[in-house]
């Protein structure tokens, strides 16, 4: 196992939003397996969306498999079209998308933000903007191995640098480009709180 078993840190459970598509490269598929793995070895419960298929079901398999916890939460509207998955040490069935995002932020110490898509990308900004606001101070990673999320990142830099956001909100996130450099990133204690009257000029 080429993680190191022996980083410090008091994260238990960690949420990770990631896509639901099987239509993707290999290298996406492996990268989901990678990060199961990982965080069964580190004894970190995964929390996630519930699902069977994509990304999702990779990543709550592999950790399944590595002995860990899965702990997914789906809406019922999903639920009933038996996308949910069936082998988890706990699926929580919930009446909507909200309560759903609002159950993850609650059960996780922190986030990692694998590729995905539309849904990964609301989750990624409603966490962040949560941050923002000071509705919490849990760590969150971008995972940006293969350069997948670029794009994003540089649409952060361009949001900051035309003055739509404060450039703190750059420290609002970690980027990682490896399972090292995750593992290392949620090492790392979060800094203060961040005042939420700065997102305000």
Known sequence: ??????IAVSIQSVCVYCGSS???????KQTAKEVGTALAAHKMRVIYGGGHVGLMGLLADSALAAGGEVVGIIPEHISSREIQHKNLTELLVVDSMHTRKSLMVEHADAFVIL????????ETFEILTWRQLGLHNKPIIIYNQNGFWNPLLALIDHVVATGFAPKDNQRLFRVATNIDELFAALAVPTGPTMDPATKWF
Do not use: I
Not at 1 to 6: A, C, G, L, S, V
Not at 22 to 28: A, I
């Open 1 to 6: 196992m080429p993680y190191d078993q022996d």
């Open 22 to 28: 099987s239509r993707v490269e290999e290298f996406h």
């Open 115 to 122: 590729p995905g898509g539309f849904g990964t990308l609301d």
